[in-house]
């Protein structure tokens, strides 16, 4: 076991509630679907405002289901980000594309985020042809249009809408922001009248416990490489807040082999030095108050077919 502790202190302060006008209040429940990698994640992230779901350019980054809040006008939309949907193979994968078509069927409106570079290619079209089983309404958002031309758009706009007839289809960065607020008033103008399911100033449905979890798990993406991140799993042991104002985390980074231990530490500890920090860096600034995180990395060869450790995923475990 190794533990790194560094001091950080936040600086950082979070942005009010958006002004709510008078009137009726409109709510629902927005599943955002798509093939991995195409941008789900930062989307939620830019239309909630805030960092509830981690982002990285390796595809799978979203394990089970987070759910992302959002105030427009008069509507709290709710957002639920799945797994990106792809072809499962290890019983993990098969847990988390399960999760991700339960979403979609629980939800008001399904939204189904596509990379408008790789286009159809690969898992969206088979996510199409799995939408014509979901039943709510539909919207097709074509993501990254950053990257692409617009008559490529209209016509990947056109070869999706022959397969399933949506809604309404829009074309977004969500890198930039890009047509975002069109989507945005869209929804909130669309979705039912109702009372609102979360306090005002609540973005996230994921205990913050997990949410750390997944900053670290983040950094373990954006730092190690090839097979290392899909073998681990990141874990928060211990929460203590502290007479000073600071709070005192202890997690644990899963590998399933000795060998990849040895990668995750690096050479004197280097690699799981800079994740510490990255992560103690982002933990302070969501949390406002000094993080003294200590990072622990432990084998656990068998974590993948653990019923535990999916539960903490918030998955269920597929019994096959
Ligand atoms: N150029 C560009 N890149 C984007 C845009 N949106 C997302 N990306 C990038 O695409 C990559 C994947 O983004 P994520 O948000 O992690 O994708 P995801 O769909 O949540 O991925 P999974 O967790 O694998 O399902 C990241 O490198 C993002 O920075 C966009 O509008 N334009």
């Known amino acids: 076991m190794t533990g790194q502790e560094e001091d950080f202190t936040a600086e950082s302060g979070a942005d009010g509630a958006s002004p709510v006008e008078a009137g009726p209040t409109h ?56 797994p990106g949907i792809f072809k499962p193979r290890r019983r993990l994968d098969r847990a988390m594309v399960t ?24 898992d969206a079209e088979a996510i199409l042809e799995g939408l014509k089983e979901v039943h709510q309404p539909k919207i097709l958002v074509l993501n990254k249009i950053d990257r692409v031309q617009h008559e490529q758009l209209l016509k990947l706009a056109s070869d999706a809408n022959a397969v399933v007839p949506f809604e309404r289809t829009f074309m977004i960065s969500a890198t930039t922001g890009s047509g975002c607020d069109d989507l945005m008033n869209y929804l909130a103008g669309t979705l039912p009248e109702g009372p609102w399911y979360y306090p005002e100033d609540q973005i996230s449905d994921l205990p913050m416990r997990q949410l750390a979890a997944e900053i670290t798990r983040e950094k373990v993406f954006l730092r190690l490489h090839q097979e290392l991140p899909y073998a681990s799993h990141v874990e928060t042991e211990k929460w203590e807040e502290r007479k000073d104002g600071s709070v005192r985390i202890e997690q644990v980074i899963y590998v399933q082999r000795d060998s990849q231990k040895k990668i995750a530490l690096g050479k004197n500890g280097e690699t799981i030095k800079a994740i510490s920090t990255a992560s103690r860096k982002e933990l302070s600034e969501i949390l406002e108050q000094p993080v003294h995180l200590f990072l622990f990395v432990k084998v656990r060869e068998n974590w993948g077919d653990d019923p535990e450790r999916f539960r903490e995923m918030g998955l269920e475990f597929p019994r096959e």
Do not use: C, Y
């Open 27 to 82: 709510s629902g429940f927005v599943a955002l679907i798509g093939p991995t990698n195409a941008g789900k994640s930062t989307l939620l992230n830019r239309l909630v405002g805030a960092k509830v779901s981690i982002v990285s350019h390796k595809v799978q980054t979203t394990r089970a289901v987070v759910r992302g809040i959002a105030i427009h006008n008069n509507a709290q939309i709710v957002f639920m980000d799945t």
């Open 99 to 122: 999760s991700a078509w339960g979403g979609a069927k629980d939800a008001d409106f399904v939204m189904l985020l596509i990379d408008s570079e790789r286009g159809l290619r690969g």
